[in-house]
């Protein structure tokens, strides 16, 4: 197949623009829908100190070596990347080794935090004494520890690689579940005392363009799978879209834009609370006591009567 640009060999079909693109153009496109999506939002602005959520993924990595990319030359604007080390075995490790690797080359101050330095505990040693699904330690403490290192760090963004595919799934999850208040959490550039404004470059470029840019740059890539991974609605969620896009190409785009157009109403619907400082640890949270030191609590109380 030939580019649809050029007539060079194409290494992409964008079935949403219904063309084929080289090496070359589907760089450009990829960077120039970017650069959209950071500018339509004001993601990245001068001054900015980005902290990029690099787990060693496929999208961090990405993401990472893309932001670098186009944003390096900007003064006064910096890039840090924190790693959680959530500590499952087999599956953790050779990630924090891809994302040393991309941070020394790409140039970017690196931090890993881990579960076990922090909490004491590593997330396998959370699930065998805890009660509760492993997502549910791993999500609550994750959040948690990538929100307190930005801060920490000063940073005044936090950059996570979501995809369009990760995005559409979640909108069409909580349409799914009635979970509106969830819905609204995804409104872009919220901005709350304590938390680090979150932003996702990557939300409007599919996964599989991630993963073809990502090919095309060398990037270290990994494709396993978190052995605690099981979600089994969401993944009826990514089915049915995935079978949806092949049939009507660009509906992904399409759930996009409805959930932005809701985005008034949801800001009415749940006009931000002013977050409250835990009791126990200080970091923001809307009840007295935050949810990592519950969780925390539950899990010393159940590792006493072991
Ligand atoms: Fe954590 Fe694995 Fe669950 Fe993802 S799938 S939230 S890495 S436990
Ligand atoms: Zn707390």
Redesign the pocket.
């Known amino acids: 197949m030939k580019c649809d640009k050029c007539g060079r060999k194409a290494v992409i079909f964008q079935r949403h623009a219904n063309r084929h693109l080289c090496k070359r153009h589907f760089i450009e496109d990829f960077e120039r829908r970017v650069r959209i999506t950071v500018r339509k939002y004001k993601m990245i602005e001068k001054g900015d100190r980005i902290a990029i959520a690099l787990?060693g993924g496929k999208d961090s990595v990405t993401l990472a070596f893309v932001l670098k990319k186009l944003y390096s030359k900007i003064r006064d604007l910096e890039f840090v990347a924190i790693t959680i080390d959530?500590g499952?075995e087999g599956?953790?490790p050779p990630t924090v080794e891809i994302a040393k690797k991309i941070t020394k080359e790409l140039d970017i101050e690196h931090y890993i935090v881990s579960f076990k330095e922090y909490f004491g505990m590593t997330?396998d040693e959370m699930?065998k004494i805890g009660k509760r699904?492993?997502?549910t330690?791993?999500?609550v403490f994750?959040k948690y520890l990538l929100n307190k290192t930005a801060r920490e760090l000063e940073a005044t963004k936090l950059a996570t690689g979501h995809n369009l595919d990760d995005e559409t799934q979640t909108i069409l999850l909580n349409f799914l579940q009635a979970d509106i208040a969830r819905l609204a959490r995804l409104i872009p550039q919220r901005v709350q005392e304590g938390l680090v404004m979150r932003i996702k470059p990557l939300r409007e470029i599919y996964e599989k363009e991630v993963v073809v840019y990502g090919l095309l740059h060398d990037l270290p890539m990994t494709f396993d799978?978190?052995?605690?991974?099981?979600?089994p609605v969401r993944a009826a969620v990514r089915d049915f879209l995935y079978e949806f896009e092949n049939k009507y190409p660009g509906r992904k785009f399409s759930v996009l834009r409805s959930f932005e157009s809701l985005i008034p109403c949801l800001k009415q619907m749940y006009p931000q609370i002013k977050l409250n400082k835990c009791k126990r640890c200080g970091e923001p949270t809307p009840k007295d006591i935050c949810q990592a030191c519950v969780l925390l609590e539950e899990l010393k109380s159940q590792n006493s009567s072991v």
Do not use: A
Not at 225 to 231: A, H, L, N, W
């Open positions: 787990s959530e499952i599956y953790r997330l699930v699904k492993p997502c330690y791993c999500g994750r799978e978190c052995p605690y991974s099981y979600f």
